[in-house]
């Protein structure tokens, strides 16, 4: 089943206790990115990611960080979270070729509560 | 830079139709999108306009005109489960990156 997962669905932390979240696809996409939703903004862009190795900013990066070292996975970093970093995370992947490229796929979605 | 501009919030009676549009700002278009989503789930695709004109998929349909940035996505026959969030989103710059409006909120009455 093509498909989008991320791992963990729900996290609470603290202040400063650096985490990964990580995202993985199996249908082979070139593009990989992450957005982050709070009430009333949509989905923000954080990262994207055209291929592997190749990473840019999206429109909200600060305090993030992220690496594509291999085609299928795409993990998020907060190095020092901050409460203002308590939102829900999508990780969303397609293709880059053809009309199938304007159709995007995304992962069930990580809760983060920074304390 | 990329920017995109949809209503708030649009309320309906089921069995009616509706149409929720999305102007836009890009430099360099690729195609504009349509997302569907649940609260509490993810963003799901509905579709996608790469050219001028009009695409049906049953009971939806989406139009693209390049020339006025401009797009919109119509629901027909609504029905209670169309409540949703609708997001439109382009791709575009310099690589195809896409980039997502802040979404309409459709509550559907009975």
């Known amino acids: 089943e093509a498909q989008v997962t991320q791992n963990p669905r729900y996290l609470i932390t603290v202040t400063g206790k650096k985490l990964t979240v990580t995202c993985s696809q199996n249908m082979n996409h070139e593009y990989m990115s992450w957005y982050r939703q709070d009430p009333g903004l949509g989905l923000r862009q954080i990262y994207y990611s055209m291929n592997v190795e190749v990473t840019d900013k999206g429109d909200v990066p600060e305090g993030y960080k992220v690496s594509r070292k291999e085609k299928r996975n795409f993990p998020l970093i907060l190095e020092s979270p901050s409460p203002n970093q308590t939102s829900l995370y999508f990780c969303a992947s397609s293709s880059l070729i053809g009309r199938s490229s304007g159709e995007q796929y995304f992962g069930p979605g990580t809760r983060l509560t920074v304390t | 830079g990329q920017s995109l501009e949809q209503p708030s919030e649009v309320t309906a009676v089921e069995g009616a139709i509706v149409q929720i549009n999305c102007t836009y700002q890009t430099s360099g278009f690729y195609g504009l999108s349509w997302y569907q989503q649940h609260d509490g789930g993810a963003p799901t695709f509905l579709s996608y306009n790469a050219l001028d004109g009009l695409e049906e998929t049953g009971r939806f349909s989406s139009f693209l005109s390049r020339s006025d940035s401009y797009g919109y996505l119509l629901l027909q026959e609504l029905q209670m489960k169309d409540s949703a969030s609708y997001f439109c989103?382009?791709?575009?710059?310099?690589?195809?990156?896409?980039?997502f409006g802040k979404g309409t909120k459709l509550s559907v009455k009975p």
């Open positions: 989103a382009v791709k575009g710059g310099s690589q195809g990156n896409l980039i």
